[in-house]
């Protein structure tokens, strides 16, 4: 026992005896005697002029050190300042062999790092060249350094505590050259106390960032609670508040405002981490998150809900200090809103209970997607959009000007690639789309729905069907892409479509009404308009059961040709502006930009339609011959009766001109080729009037047969010889 007493009494002694020779070296040595020596060995070892301007302090408990007005330049011009350092480390912690700082403080720190026109920054100048004999040593340490024994990495957990550390006053000025670029980082402080690994610790931070290209201001500041383990792998940060005023001209001049708030976990020896109460805003939208993630790999998995609570996109590019979005509808974009769950298996992170809003409109649905794959899967189903209401208005002086100048302009504007081959090559996509009504250009269209799917390139659309003006429409399409000349394929049905308010909505043409029916077949290659134009190859069947042509009267027109027939003249005044019609029907062949119909036919009254021609959609041109072949009364009007002489016969009508501008002047009689009808009813009065003069004969032979027999057999024996003759001269 009193062997031990001993030793501890020896030990204590031992720190008495230490703790004594600190005191009296402390209080005999002032440090400030070797400030000359302390400089000269830093302006040896770098490229530095070091300037020890103030007064360098110690401290005894706590053991510290205190610099003040310190200076480094470099080639005559300031790399780095502080006007005071402070670092003190805990005496007692020394004594038990378990280091604890006390205090850490550096204020005025002043930095300055610049980047010369040939990129090299002015902090890499710091150390001097090394000699040769320098450099070839060099070698030699490394490969020392290397047989080095490696540090054993599985040692005692860190034992990291820190009372208190303040930064104040801090600013860090950066330049390059190069670009003219500077940003600032000033009135940059730190606050934190009792820091402990193991334990929560408070932590304040707050600093101002400046750039001049362009010029744009961040006021930051940052309040939370950081925790992290003995082993660095596990951290949390709780009640985290942080706020961020931003202005310049990235937002216009405008002040704007942007939060952070919540707690996060991670531990990187788990794979894990977690969003708590997460939020983030931007001026008026605000994002809300709770997430869980499980492995950092190529395969995570998440759980959770993100949330973009109601918004104006109009305002929050106002407050942005962006161009407004110009539309139709001046209220469209004042309500967003997004939502979702968040799961999935690993690697593939799925949504659910998805809901999209965009002002009336709501979209719910659901979607995944293979990381390892790339694969796309979403289902999305909305109510009613009215795309009208998202479109610029239209510019008054565009309507002024006319189409013509519309259509120059658009001809002479730069074509541009319709579509991202390469990313298409790259998609793997299964997409169901569903809207219950949409409105585009004026077209409504109802129960529509859409299934895309693409893979390798190939992109296909295996639906998309509607119901459109008491009629109904299904379609689909291929794209292949494999090739840099993509190849396209379309089918289409379209079935009872009323076709009057159809072309007045989408091009405001009133030319034709009746219920629609249409097959289409149709192939084109190419990534351009005007090479899908040029290269389209296939057909559209067509077919109205009833309808009528608007805004012309083609009975008029036949009345014209059967008056000047009759060698008579038209008294009617009232002739109306449609002409009705049973089963128009017919071939379009289409040849690039053209549509050749040489089968066209309709049932009038009176009358049969017949004709060809060809539509240039180019050059929005139609060049018609029609023929109205009577085949009855068509008319009240005297001068267009029908007499033996015009049944049968063709009355010539040409439509030719730019179908866009309407069907007023599009159609009308055809003098050019009436005179092939006046043959036509020549031959016929010439036919007739023969007729006619064989008649007379024939009557005139069985008369004189008659008498001679009435003669020679009596009267009634005559009477009856008549009547037997009449089949004889037939």
């Known amino acids: 026992m009193k062997a031990i007493r001993y030793v501890l009494i020896a030990i204590v002694a031992l720190i008495v005896l230490a703790i004594a020779a600190i005191a009296i070296a402390m209080v005999v040595i002032n440090p400030n005697d070797y400030k000359p020596q302390i400089e000269k060995v830093v302006e040896k070892k770098t490229s530095l002029n070091l300037s020890l301007d103030g007064d360098i302090g110690w401290s005894f408990i706590p053991l510290g050190l205190e610099l003040n007005d310190v200076e480094a330049t470099l080639d005559g011009e300031r790399l780095i300042a502080l006007k005071q350092m402070v670092a003190q480390v805990d005496f007692w912690s020394l004594i038990t062999m378990s280091p604890q700082v006390n205090t850490f403080v550096l204020d005025g720190l002043d930095a300055h790092l610049n980047i010369d026109k040939q990129g090299t920054g002015n902090w890499t100048r710091i150390m001097p060249e090394p000699a040769d004999d320098e450099a070839q040593d060099e070698p030699q340490v490394a490969s020392e350094a290397e047989q080095a024994p490696a540090a054993d990495t599985e040692g005692e957990p860190l034992n990291f505590n820190v009372e208190h550390v303040e930064i104040s006053n801090a600013q860090v000025h ?23 690994l193991g334990s929560e610790f408070p932590l304040e931070v707050g600093f101002r960032v400046e750039t001049a290209q362009p010029q744009f201001t961040v006021d930051g500041s940052v309040e939370a609670r950081l925790a992290a383990n003995e082993a660095l792998n596990d951290f949390a940060v709780s009640g985290l508040n942080a706020e961020f005023n931003m202005d310049g001209e990235p937002f216009g001049g405008n002040s704007v405002t942007a939060t952070l708030t919540g707690s996060a976990k991670a531990n990187l020896e788990n794979e894990t981490a977690t969003l708590s109460d997460f939020t983030a805003s931007l001026a008026n939208l605000t994002l809300n998150t709770s997430l869980d993630v499980k492995g950092f790999g190529d395969k995570p998995t998440l759980d959770g809900k993100v949330a973009i609570e109601e918004f104006s996109l109009k305002e929050l590019l106002k407050a942005l200090g962006q161009p407004a979005i110009e539309t139709t509808d001046e209220e469209v974009l004042k309500a967003l809103a997004f939502s979702t769950d968040i799961g999935g298996a690993a690697g593939e992170p799925a949504l659910s209970d998805l809901m999209i809003k965009l002002d009336d409109t709501t979209f719910e649905g659901s979607g995944s997607y293979n990381l390892s794959t790339g694969g796309v899967v979403f289902n999305l189903q909305g109510d009613t959009l009215n795309v009208d209401r998202y479109l610029p208005p239209k510019a008054e002086e565009a309507e002024a000007q006319g189409e013509t100048s519309t259509k120059t302009a658009s001809s002479d504007a730069p074509e541009g690639e319709l579509l991202p081959l390469e990313t298409l090559r790259s998609l793997l996509l299964d997409i169901d789309f569903g809207l219950g009504e949409l409105v585009v250009s004026n077209l409504t269209i109802n129960d529509i729905k859409a299934s895309t799917t693409a893979d390798n390139g190939r992109l296909k659309v295996d639906e998309f069907s509607g119901k459109l003006y008491e009629g109904s429409f299904n379609a689909n399409a291929t794209i292949n892409a494999a090739s840099d000349n993509p190849k396209w394929a379309i089918n289409a049905d379209v079935s009872n479509v009323q076709s009057l308010p159809l072309l007045a909505d989408v091009a405001e043409i009133t030319m034709l009404s009746g219920g629609a029916n249409l097959k289409v077949n149709a192939t084109t290659a190419g990534n351009r308009i005007s090479a899908l134009r040029e290269n389209a190859d296939g057909k559209i069947s067509f077919n109205l059961a009833e309808g009528e042509f608007r805004n012309m009267n083609l009975t008029r027109m036949a009345c014209q040709g059967i008056a000047l027939a009759n060698q008579d003249q038209l008294t009617t005044d009232d002739w109306g502006d449609t002409t009705p019609f049973n089963d128009l029907h017919g071939v379009l062949e289409i040849n690039g930009n053209t549509f050749n119909n040489t089968d066209l036919v309709a049932s009038l009254a009176g009358m049969k339609l017949e004709g060809n021609g060809s539509v240039d959609m180019k050059q929005t041109l139609v060049d018609y011959e029609l023929g109205l072949r009577i085949v009855g009364e068509i008319h009240r009007d005297n001068a267009c009766r029908v007499t033996e002489y015009v049944e049968d016969v063709v009355i010539p009508v040409e439509c030719r001109g730019d179908f866009s501008a309407g069907a007023a002047d599009l159609c009308s009689f055809d003098g050019s080729r009436f005179r092939d009808t006046l043959k036509t009813i020549a031959a016929n009065a010439a036919r007739k009037k023969a007729e006619e003069e064989v008649d007379r004969a ?33």
């Open 174 to 196: 950066y330049r390059d050259e190069r670009s003219g670029q500077t940003v600032t980082l000033e009135d940059f402080t730190v606050t934190a106390s009792d820091i402990t």
């Open 698 to 730: 024939k009557g005139k032979a069985e008369e004189k047969v008659r008498k001679k027999l009435e003669e020679k057999l009596g009267e009634d024996v005559g009477k009856k010889a008549k009547d037997a003759l009449k089949g004889l001269f037939q």
